[in-house]
């Protein structure tokens, strides 16, 4: 059992920066790829970036490549979304999850473990 906590959301104008937190806490964190998605009202659950156990290997979202970072600090259990150039359809409420393996990252269907979510408004 994995529980997820994110943190980090707020209310930005467009082309500002965020930085989400999510932190792990039972099993080892290590163990699990992580994932970020969002929800926009409306609209349904979206992939927008996930990391590999190590954290070596990472992947985007077309919508947010080159603009978004994900990184994970493995001693301190957190996985974090460096959200830089923010616009306006960025935003929703933003989840983290956690999966076993390293297949299929941007599949919402193959993730175990979910935070509860922060939003996040880019305003404009």
């Known amino acids: 059992q994995v529980q997820l906590v ?11 920066s965020l930085r989400l937190s999510c ?9 699990y790829s992580m994932g970020w ?6 609209k349904e659950r979206e992939y927008v970036a996930a990391i590999s156990q190590s954290g070596g290997r990472t992947y ?3 919508s947010v490549k080159g603009r978004f970072t994900i990184s994970r600090d493995n ?14 359809e960025d935003t929703a ?13 941007s599949d919402i269907r193959e993730y175990d473990y979910w935070g ?3 939003q996040v408004t880019v305003s404009s």
């Open 6 to 16: 994110e943190s980090g959301g707020g209310l930005v104008q467009a082309g500002g």
């Open 116 to 118: 509860q979510g922060t």
């Open 23 to 31: 932190a792990a806490s039972g099993r080892a964190f290590n163990a």
């Open 60 to 62: 985007y979202a077309n």
């Open 75 to 88: 001693a301190k259990n957190t996985v974090y979304l460096q959200m830089n150039s923010l616009k306006p």
């Open 37 to 42: 998605f969002r929800q926009a009202p409306g």
């Open 93 to 105: 409420v933003y989840y983290c999850a956690a999966k076993q393996g390293i297949s299929a990252l």
